[in-house]
């Protein structure tokens, strides 16, 4: 995955991803995982100077499909967790995640300048 993150490849992403997502407990465990730390190289290549913009816009390109390859797979998990809690998926409006709100917290530096 790291490969076709840092070189832009498409080609093979589904079953690179599917076969990280069979060694995975979770999709979202891919994406965390594998997947980030392929755009943290990527990141490293462009703030050195040896990737530029386009490469890394291909790069996000490979991440988004990755990503959207798990996606499915992450909302049959959703629907499952709902089912092992006793309410049917089908009742819950997609758009209320309040059941999956936590905490946020932001802070600043003094004296930061940004």
């Known amino acids: 995955l790291a490969h076709a993150l840092i070189n832009g490849i498409t080609e093979f992403i589904d079953q690179d991803v599917e076969e990280a997502r069979a060694a995975a407990s979770k999709p979202l465990d891919v994406i965390e995982g594998p997947l980030m730390s392929g755009m943290n190289i990527v990141g490293d290549l462009f703030g050195s100077g040896k990737m530029f913009l386009p490469q890394v816009i291909k790069s996000a390109r ?53």
């Open 62 to 114: 490979v991440m988004k499909k990755a990503v959207a390859y798990l996606l499915p797979f992450m909302e049959a998990e959703k629907a499952e967790a709902l089912r092992a809690k006793g309410i049917d998926p089908s009742t819950v409006n997609e758009d209320d995640v309040s059941q999956y709100q936590g905490t946020f917290l932001i802070a600043t530096v003094k004296g930061d300048v940004h």
